[in-house]
């Protein structure tokens, strides 16, 4: 009997964001990657296996593997889930966690942190599958079957208990730190300067491993990965701050991509009885085309020298990126996304400073993106501004928003309107509140604007059109929701326009 096999592995958001650096947080994604694609590639040759998402063409997973796949196969479930599961097993220990501690031991030597390090090793990861019977005349009814099955399976989550007694790692907060000599680990690694190793970090062994594997030879990679302050200052010859200092050198932006209902666009597709599986894959094969080729080149074109792309995952983009270039990167991803697949994407970008540490940044991006679907109904994007001080500012709305901020950060730059217009437009909402105060908004955003716009600088040449624009966005379109969002926008801008003369 054929049966759609739907796998997931992790934990994913938590495994890639516990990072410090950007090196952790690009290896995190690559090991999920690598793992998912042995899972993928070790029932690939079996006579029955048809993919279903990612795509396997020559032994190749094409476009990377998310940590989510699933195919058919005619096999005995467990047999298949087994190997499956020994596959990934395999790939972790051999490919990874085996030169890691190789490394570590040619480094130091024996002792305590050998058994530690094994016993952390084995007891991280999550592995969830199921299988239902398939039904090739309704292929939509199996997919959503087995959509709802792997959400039963992981209410059923198991926990792991462990006791980890001691320090903990200064990078996860879970795992204990292994007991080693780090200053003698240093200095075999020749990292006298603290470029692999802080003097202040003690790791278990996943941020060991993280922060390790491409010494240990285990990764194989030439993507070039810049630090936070490199991409801040989109210079890849810039100088590092020392390490704990406390001044802020630049921003840098976070983006997080996802497309919008994604489930819900699978289980439409599978619903031509005739053609289900067919239509199924030809959209795996859009999702697969647009993360392994379009992604990277966008981020390279609208990245600047030193914007990274952590991870592409077909509907799921992460990258980090210099300040001035971070919305329009953002704008032609989405347009691409929608273009290639039909279906819409919403985005969160943090702007942080460059020494806030990096898990905080991309907790804050997640948080924007889940913002632009739930608070300002997906097909949106969400900037959350953050300072040194822990405060923030959201700016939020539909992707049209835009044209219109890059437009308006042109004039900022030159200097043809003031600063202070964004915090004169907050007070609309409080003062004209109601629909039958439209008339008297639009009057009151001309003569404000007109009033902050430079000496010298025609009005009605320069600024009025783009005020037209920012008014019908929040009246007409309602493309930004309320007057405090669209001042928020132009305080963003103007905070932007300030960013580019920096860099």
Request: charged fraction near 25%.
């Given at each position: 009997?054929?049966?759609l096999?739907l796998?997931?592995?992790?934990p994913v958001q938590t495994?890639i964001?516990?990072?410090r650096?950007?090196?952790?947080l690009f290896?995190?994604s690559?090991?999920?990657?690598?793992l998912?694609s042995?899972g993928?590639l070790?029932?690939?040759?079996?006579?029955s296996?048809?993919?279903?998402f990612?795509?396997?063409?020559?032994?190749?997973?094409k476009?990377?593997?998310?940590?989510?796949?699933a195919?058919?196969c005619?096999?005995?479930?467990?047999?298949?889930?087994q190997k499956v599961h020994?596959a990934?097993e395999?790939?972790w220990?051999?490919g990874?966690?085996?030169?890691?501690?190789?490394?570590?031991?040619d480094a130091?030597?024996?002792?305590?942190?050998?058994?530690?390090?094994?016993r952390?090793a084995t007891?991280?990861?999550e592995?969830?599958w199921?299988?239902v019977?398939y039904?090739?005349?309704n292929h939509?009814d199996?997919?959503k079957k087995?959509?709802?099955a792997?959400?039963?399976?992981k209410y059923?989550r198991?926990?792991?208990?462990?006791?980890?007694?001691g320090?903990k790692c200064?990078?996860?907060?879970?795992q204990?730190?292994?007991?080693?000599?780090?200053k003698?680990l240093r200095n075999?690694?020749h990292d006298?300067?603290?470029i692999?190793?802080?003097?202040?970090?003690r790791l278990g062994?996943?941020?060991?491993i993280k922060?390790?594997?491409e010494?240990?030879?285990?990764v194989?990679?030439?993507k070039?990965?810049?630090?936070?302050?490199?991409i801040?200052?989109?210079?890849?010859?810039?100088?590092?701050?020392?390490?704990?200092g406390?001044?802020?050198t630049?921003?840098?932006?976070?983006?997080?991509?996802d497309?919008d209902?994604?489930?819900?666009?699978l289980?439409?597709?599978?619903n031509?009885?005739?053609?289900g599986?067919?239509?199924h894959q030809e959209f795996?094969?859009?999702?697969?085309n647009f993360?392994a080729?379009?992604v990277?080149?966008?981020?390279i074109?609208?990245?600047?020298?030193?914007?990274?792309?952590?991870?592409?995952?077909g509907?799921d983009?992460?990258?980090?990126l210099?300040?001035?270039?971070?919305?329009?990167c953002a704008?032609?991803l989405?347009k691409?996304?929608?273009?290639m697949?039909?279906?819409?994407?919403?985005a969160?970008?943090?702007?942080?400073?460059?020494n806030?540490p990096?898990?905080?940044?991309?907790?804050?991006?997640?948080?924007a993106e889940?913002?632009?679907k739930?608070r300002?109904g997906?097909?949106?994007?969400?900037?959350?501004?953050a300072?040194?001080?822990?405060?923030?500012r959201?700016?939020?709305g539909?992707?049209?928003i835009?044209?219109?901020i890059v437009?308006?950060?042109?004039l900022?730059?030159?200097?043809?309107?003031s600063g202070?217009?964004?915090y004169?437009?907050?007070a609309l909402?409080h003062?004209l509140?109601?629909d039958?105060l439209?008339t008297a908004r639009?009057?009151?955003?001309?003569r404000?604007?007109?009033?902050?716009?430079?000496?010298?600088v025609?009005y009605e040449?320069?600024?009025?059109?783009?005020?037209?624009?920012?008014?019908?966005?929040v009246?007409?379109d309602?493309?930004v929701p309320t007057?405090?969002?669209?001042a928020?926008?132009v305080?963003?801008?103007?905070?932007?326009a300030?960013?580019?003369?920096?860099?």
């Open positions: 009997m054929t049966h096999f796998f997931q592995i992790g495994f964001a516990q990072a650096r950007t090196q952790d290896i995190g690559y090991l999920l990657s690598e998912a042995a993928v070790a029932i690939s040759e079996h006579p296996f048809k993919p279903i990612p795509l396997v063409e020559n032994r190749q997973v476009g990377g593997a998310p940590h989510r796949f195919f058919l005619d096999d005995d479930p467990s047999q298949i889930a020994s990934i395999s790939r220990q051999e990874f966690v085996q030169p890691v501690g190789q490394l570590v031991w130091i030597g024996d002792g305590e942190w050998v058994k530690t390090f094994e952390q007891t991280w990861m592995f969830y199921v299988a019977p039904d090739g005349g939509g199996s997919f087995a959509s709802a792997m959400a039963q399976r059923a198991t926990f792991h208990v462990l006791e980890e007694p320090y200064t990078l996860t907060g879970m204990s730190a292994l007991d080693i000599n780090w003698k075999k690694l006298s300067r603290g692999i190793l802080r003097d202040n970090e062994t996943l941020a060991l922060r390790l594997a010494r240990a030879n285990a194989q990679s030439d070039k990965i810049y630090s936070t302050t490199h801040a200052k989109d210079d890849p010859d810039a100088t590092e701050d020392p390490v704990g406390k001044d802020v630049g921003y840098l932006a976070v983006l997080h991509m497309g209902q994604m489930g819900k666009r289980g439409e597709l599978g031509d009885q005739k053609h599986y067919e239509k795996s094969g859009q999702l697969a993360a080729n379009e990277q080149r966008i981020v074109e609208h990245g600047g020298k030193t914007g990274v792309l952590v991870y592409s995952g509907d983009v992460l990258a980090l210099p300040l001035r270039s971070a919305l329009r704008d032609e989405r691409l996304f929608q273009q697949t039909g279906c819409t994407a919403s969160g970008i943090a702007i942080t400073p460059a806030l990096l898990d905080r940044a991309l907790e804050l991006a997640r948080e889940e913002a632009a739930e300002y997906r097909n949106a994007v969400v900037i959350l501004e300072h040194g001080s822990g405060q923030t959201e700016a939020g539909k992707w049209t835009i044209d219109f437009q308006l950060q042109v900022f730059e030159e200097g043809a309107l202070k217009l964004g004169d437009l907050l909402d003062d509140y109601g039958h439209k639009k009057s009151e955003v001309h404000i604007a007109k009033r902050r716009t430079a000496e010298g025609s040449k320069k600024t009025e059109p783009l005020i037209n624009n920012m008014i019908n966005l009246e007409e309602k493309a007057w405090s969002d669209m928020n926008w305080i963003l801008a103007r905070f932007l300030q960013g580019a003369k920096q860099q």
